[in-house]
């Protein structure tokens, strides 16, 4: 038996994986993975995999990076944790001076918590108290944008909208309203994505007009909507949604857990709207991939709603167990220092460049309807028929084809659906991003190849796909 099998049947026996069915790895072989080098993964019988994906979007300075591993060993030695109510450490005061520095001014304080979808929770929970803070318990809606995803936990999916992730628990989830987004993949042919999105507003401009007094806050993915399929729009789109938040006094959260830190060209989506947001959200590449921390930033406006006697009872007493973990913290500093010392967004534009470059060929492919990018994200979308954009039904799992291709060829590509993406850590090369192009390539030849015959039931759901 192979290292990979031995690992593989024990890990088979015990575990049970995320946004997985377990049952296709009857046929799907698990990867078990030893060892971590920049862009490598490398498995128990020594192949090796190029991780497209930043291991869902987390990475960005490669795996095992000497300078992350050293802070954080250092910090291991000193401080592994500490409560952070009524204590403190220098890692975590250090993070939230730079991050108060590094985000838009205004955004002045920051609330931690420990992963994505729990630092959306904190951002709900945050906009809904201030406005009972301030007297206005009406508010307590939210506003959200078809397709998007914020995370698995309740509140989380309530504001999400991919079916695959939110369909099966809607009976418990908020009573939220859904504005269609401006992703500009179904734009009429000819027109710009800044008109596109610019036009998609009215739907936000009538939603808000109509209910701004129960609304508390809109929480958007700026600029790309990551697991709907690395949907993307203008950033018009975000500046004429501050002007409306502002207009009709609603918050407007950013969820930038997965662009922030450079993934759409600048160091946050929202800079280039020019735009501050009254809620900041980060985590994914905030420890540059190795562990789970997320930040949630705010103005002194909220911040001073909350601040008052104790016994008014405005204090937000919210607490996660591992809130500003200092070993999480370390990490998050020296990956802010590879930021600042090798200047990585401005090094990112000859990447991008690069897999813009190395991709363009597959716009004609006769099953590919659009080959996006904003940034250092990059997505083709495979369709059955190119001139409708008809997609695939999910139930034929396109995408999981490229998945196996790359996987036998040394690529981690992950497709979301029939979406084959590459989001990868910024210290790949102009070869490895040439190379992850011709994975792709032939991975959507063999999965547009033939005629695939599954049981589709009539009436089945045509919204679904498969995950990422
Ligand atoms: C990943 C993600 C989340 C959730 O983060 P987790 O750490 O996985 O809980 C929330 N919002 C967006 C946009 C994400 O991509």
Not at 227 to 235: D, K, Q, S, T
Not at 326 to 346: G, K, N, R, S
Not at 391 to 399: H, I
């Amino acid at each position: 038996m192979s290292l990979n099998d031995h690992w593989m049947q024990r890990d088979l026996a015990v575990l049970w994986h995320p946004c997985t069915q377990m049952k296709d790895h009857e046929q799907l072989p698990l990867v078990p993975i030893r060892r971590g080098e920049g862009v490598w993964l490398e498995d128990f019988d020594g192949k090796r995999y190029i991780d497209a994906v930043s291991s869902w979007w987390v990475n960005v300075f490669g795996h095992s990076n000497p300078r992350i591993n050293q802070r954080i060993k250092d910090q291991v030695d000193q401080l592994e944790h500490v409560i952070l109510a009524g204590f403190s450490h220098a890692p975590v005061i250090e993070l939230s001076e730079r991050l108060v520095k590094l985000t838009p001014a205004g955004l002045d304080r920051v609330f931690y918590a420990d992963n994505g979808s729990s630092c959306i929770e904190v951002a709900l929970k945050m906009s809904f108290h201030y406005w009972l803070n301030v007297g206005q318990p009406a508010k307590k809606r939210f506003v959200t944008l078809s397709n998007s995803y914020h995370g698995e936990t309740v509140a989380a999916m309530s504001v999400g909208d991919v079916a695959l992730f939110t369909d099966t628990y809607k009976a418990l989830l908020l009573d939220t309203l859904k504005v269609p987004s401006p992703d500009c993949f179904h734009r009429p042919e000819g027109m710009s994505w800044e008109a596109h999105s610019r036009a998609m507003f009215a739907h936000m401009e009538q939603c808000l007009a109509e209910h701004h007094r129960e609304v508390a806050a809109v929480i958007v993915e700026p600029l790309i909507q990551g697991a709907g399929g690395m949907r993307m729009y203008h950033p018009i789109y975000l500046r004429l949604l501050r002007e409306a938040c502002d207009r009709y006094g609603v918050h407007l959260i950013h969820d930038e857990i997965a662009v922030g830190f450079g993934r759409t060209g600048t160091m946050f989506a929202c800079e280039q709207a020019g735009i501050r947001p009254d809620f900041l959200c980060l985590s994914k590449a905030l420890t540059g991939g190795y562990l789970p921390l997320a930040a949630c930033l705010t103005t002194d406006t909220v911040y001073q709603a909350f601040y008052d006697d104790y016994s008014t009872l405005r204090a937000f007493l919210h607490s996660h167990s591992y809130t500003g973990n200092p070993l999480a913290c370390a990490a998050a500093l020296a990956t802010l220092d590879i930021f600042e010392q090798d200047d990585v967004i401005e090094a990112n534009k000859a990447l991008a460049a690069r897999m813009a470059s190395a991709t363009a060929h597959l716009a004609e492919h006769a099953h590919v309807a659009e080959v996006r990018q904003t940034g250092m994200a990059l997505a083709v979308e495979m369709v059955q028929d190119k001139a409708s954009k008809t997609t695939y039904p999910w139930q034929e799992r396109r995408g999981l084809k490229v998945f196996q291709h790359a996987l036998s060829r040394g690529a981690l590509l992950r497709p979301l659906g029939s979406v084959v993406y590459f989001l990868p850590p910024y210290v790949i090369s102009p070869e490895q991003i040439d190379f992850l192009a011709e994975v792709a390539s032939e991975g959507i030849d063999i999965a547009t190849r033939d005629a695939v015959s599954v049981a589709v039931p009539r009436g089945a759901r045509t919204d679904f796909r498969d995950p990422g």
